[in-house]
């Protein structure tokens, strides 16, 4: 078993930052892909980012430039830097595990391991 456990959300003005963290324990070596989620109510959950193992990223168009997704494997934990944050990014956030290793896809239902989810909510 995997659990993964994020942190890190909350409010913040448009313009500014805020990064979120997500922790990883249990059967950690079975973890390949991570990645970061988001979901607003009465919308599909959408894939922010994505991470390999060793380090190859993916994202969605509309953070690109402004988020960065990033992993520490000794520490089993996943990093998404959000700057010049804008009101739409507001959702709540999901780090997901899964074992395999295809980072493009981006189906929910790919990914075996889930958090709780972190409100990240942006002011105009």
């Known amino acids: 078993q995997v659990q993964l456990v994020e942190s890190g959300g909350g409010l913040v003005q448009a313009g500014g930052s805020l990064r979120l963290s997500c922790a990883a324990s249990?059967?950690?070596?079975?973890?390949?892909?991570m990645g970061w989620y988001r979901q607003v109510p009465g919308k599909e959950r959408e894939l922010v980012a994505g991470?390999?193992?060793?380090?190859?990223?993916n994202y969605t168009d509309s953070v690109k430039g402004r988020f960065t997704i990033s992993r520490d494997n000794a520490k089993n934990t996943m990093y998404l830097q959000m700057n010049s944050l804008k009101p739409e990014d507001s959702a709540v956030y999901y780090c997901a595990g899964k074992i395999s290793q295809d980072l493009y896809d981006h189906h929910p239902r790919s990914y075996s391991y889930w958090g709780q989810g972190t409100q990240v909510t942006v002011s105009s």
């Open positions: 249990g059967d950690t070596v079975c973890i390949s892909t």
């Open positions: 991470i390999t193992s060793g380090g190859s990223t």
